[in-house]
T-cell receptor
Framework: GQQVMQIPQYQHVQEGEDFTTYCNSSTTLSNIQWYKQRPGGHPVFLIQLVKSGEVKKQKRLTFQFGEAKKNSSLHITATQTTDVGTYFCAGYKRSGGGADGLTFGKGTHLIIQP | DSGVTQTPKHLITATGQRVTLRCSPRSGDLSVYWYQQSLDQGLQFLIQYYNGEERAKGNILERFSAQQFPDLHSELNLSSLELGDSALYFC?????????????FGEGSRLTVL
């Protein structure tokens, strides 16, 4: 079945440092989504990337979708304490026989030291 | 507030028992997804329903079953519970039938099996 690998599992940074998490799929994806889950909370949608090579920005967050549509990254510039949480990528693969559902990576836990 | 309602928020039960988790999707959303979140396994996709019909199946155990009712609410039934079933169970909804649209997550139902 479809697998989505995400690294690193944990990332400790000093406040103000940059942060990047990477997502790799074993198969070509139709699209990829990113979610953020605050400690004790539920996943909240951040963005969806659809096109090969697509780059989208949301303030200090930059999302990229690889040319082969098998990998993606999320980069946060100058982290703030409000960025703490777990960042999940989720890949969607549309198959002929029906949807495979949205497969989530295991997430990257971002820990920020003030 | 995502608009997705899950009950109960917390549930403690014993091995061998059966429980039912309930989810009301956002108004207007036709798709309901169930995910299991354990400490080291991230978000595991269990099953998706669209407008009352099963649309996609993930790693759902045979001891688990789900359904979506005419009013679009969904229930996840977990039977013959084992210690390893202890987890946070999320329901999510989306407006479309699984072509990669944004998922809105409920706050989850935390199941503890003793």
């Amino acid at each position: 079945g479809q697998q989505v690998m995400q690294i690193p599992q944990y990332q400790h940074v000093q406040e103000g440092e940059d942060f990047t998490t990477y997502c790799n799929s074993s198969t070509t994806l139709s699209n990829i989504q990113w979610y953020k889950q605050r400690p004790g909370g539920h996943p909240v949608f951040l963005i969806q990337l659809v096109k090969s090579g697509e780059v989208k920005k949301q303030k200090r967050l930059t999302f990229q979708f690889g040319e082969a549509k098998k990998n993606s990254s999320l980069h946060i510039t100058a982290t703030q304490t409000t960025d703490v949480g777990t960042y999940f990528c989720a890949g969607y693969k549309r198959s002929g026989g029906g949807a495979d559902g949205l497969t989530f990576g295991k997430g990257t836990h971002l820990i920020i030291q003030p | 507030d995502s608009g997705v309602t899950q009950t109960p928020k917390h549930l403690i039960t014993a091995t061998g028992q059966r429980v039912t988790l309930r989810c009301s999707p956002r108004s207007g959303d036709l798709s309901v997804y169930w995910y299991q979140q354990s400490l080291d396994q991230g978000l595991q996709f269990l099953i998706q329903y669209y407008n009352g019909e099963e649309r996609a199946k993930g790693n759902i155990l045979e001891r688990f079953s789900a359904q979506q009712f005419p009013d679009l609410h969904s229930e996840l039934n977990l039977s013959s519970l084992e210690l390893g079933d202890s987890a946070l169970y999320f329901c999510a909804s989306s407006v479309d039938r699984g072509v990669g649209g944004e998922l809105f997550f409920g706050e989850g139902s935390r199941l503890t099996v003793l």
